[in-house]
């Protein structure tokens, strides 16, 4: 059965600071992606990872996949206070998506 | 301007009727897709559609129904056997290679749909 867990689910820190979120997943997958979900608003893709090594950056975030460890991290570089929202992941095998239950990041000025 | 449109933003239903949401998207997908948010929960995948005519279950179909007669439109129907139905209903499209696709997905700003 394929699981996936984020940590942490929720994320308060300091504007100009670096983190990671991390989304662990229990079978091998087909791709990953990461999603941003603003309170009340829907989702926003961010970024689709698609094999092993796989590393993608938008300003200051920066998504990679490592495949072997089921692993994918979210970091962000030097956090800005438009950076709060709630980050997803989502793990697809064959026919099924399996969503993570989000981290809340907030981000302090 | 392309995009995803839902309709209504907010819903209000009581128990016993069936009510249906709107999805339609001038994307030119194929894909498409209903996924649904409880609070502080991630999305889990009511039905999804590849094609026009088409469409399979996903992991929590039941009480619900979808038709796709056109590819821009894909409406789902939250019928009285949908038990616990309050949530906020996200749609949701793409280029699919393969299922889910290996392309973004683009959703919609969703439905909130509230059980009188």
């Known amino acids: 059965e394929l699981k996936v867990e984020q940590n942490p689910l929720f994320l308060s820190m300091q504007e100009g600071k670096n983190y990671t979120i991390y989304c662990n997943y229990s079978?091998?997958?087909?791709?990953l992606y990461w999603y941003r979900q603003d309170p009340g608003k829907s989702l926003e893709s961010l970024f689709v990872l698609l094999s092993n090594g796989a590393v993608k950056q938008e300003g200051r975030l920066m998504a990679s996949l490592d495949t072997k460890a089921r692993l994918s991290t979210l970091h962000i570089t030097a956090a800005v206070h438009d950076l709060s929202a709630t980050y997803f992941c989502a793990v697809v095998r064959d026919d099924k998506i399996i969503f993570g239950k989000g981290t809340r990041l907030h981000i302090l000025p | 301007d392309g995009g995803i449109t839902q309709s209504p933003k907010y819903l209000f239903r009581k128990e016993g009727q069936n009510v249906t949401l709107s999805c339609e998207q001038n994307?030119?997908?194929?894909?498409m897709y209903w996924y649904r948010q409880d609070p502080g929960q991630g999305l889990r995948l009511i039905y999804y559609s590849q094609i026009v005519n088409d469409f399979q279950k996903g992991d929590i179909a039941e009480g619900y129904s979808v038709s796709r007669e056109k590819k821009e439109s894909f409406p789902l129907t939250v019928t009285s056997a949908q038990k616990n139905p309050t949530a906020f209903y996200l749609c949701a499209s793409s280029i699919p290679t393969g299922v889910f696709g290996t392309d973004t997905q683009y959703f919609g700003p969703g439905t909130r749909l509230t059980v009188l």
């Open positions: 994307l030119n997908h194929d894909a």
């Open positions: 079978t091998t997958s087909d791709r």
